[in-house]
């Protein structure tokens, strides 16, 4: 059984981790550096790195700080925020990147991720979709947003799921909108869709409020609530789970989130 990852996600603004509530109401959390030295300790599997004012704000991604939290972490980083170019791609794994994740570039110009995929290859490109329901008759649908979630581009967030993958992208960072900050637990529904319609590792964001709302969205995507009885073969859930607002905020440590989801059959690492 392949172990499920959990990644802790640190959303900087002008050098300090944030945090909000559907995008919204942003409050200033902590030092990036700190916090990426604790989290690399306690057993994260990987750490993303989401400048999240810059694509909004057209201002580069704050490389300083990217070279900062990579010289405190032994796993896997992933960075995103301001990568428009191959250029702005390189300068971040020059920084320390071993990944990097695009969201409003890549919509505005879907060929950037073939370019990415062939100058570093697939593994090395995440498509980050900031994904929300709209309203569209009876139909549930979800919409791709860009801007750090501001600018609603109708495009169908499935669709271009799909799409993105044709074109090289390797991973699927998937965060939810609707769910983000909320602690009402990740959007099962829309992560099901997702993981059904590529063939690529999915990471659920978005909602993350109990650690049970963990196991589940690891272990099925088929209903809202976690039920034991579905084991993962009978329907696999997420590749890994991003996780914020509960360890920025003191809640619960990777430790104690691997330790009980593990008891609910979730395969770790330690």
Known sequence: MQAKRIIPCLDVDDGKVVKGVKFEGIKDVGDPVELARRYNADGADELTFLDIGASFKSRATLLDVVKKVAQEV??????????????DMRDAMNAGADKVSVCTSALKY????????NAYGNQCVVLSIDAKRVSEG???RWNAFSH??????????IEWAVKAVELGAGEILLNSIDADGTGAGYDLELTRRIINAVNVPVIASGGAGTLDQIAGVLLSTSSSEMDSSISPNEAPGADAALVASLLHFG???IKEIKKHIEKKGVCVRW
Request: with cysteine; hydrophobic share 35%; charged share 25%.
């Open 110 to 117: 879907p060929k950037l991720l073939r370019e990415m995929a």
């Open 74 to 87: 032994f796993i896997p980083l992933c960075v995103g925020g301001g990568i428009r170019t191959i250029e």
């Open 148 to 157: 750090g979630g501001r600018t609603d581009t109708g495009i169908d967030a």
């Open 138 to 140: 009876n139909d549930i």
């Open 251 to 253: 809640k619960t440590t």
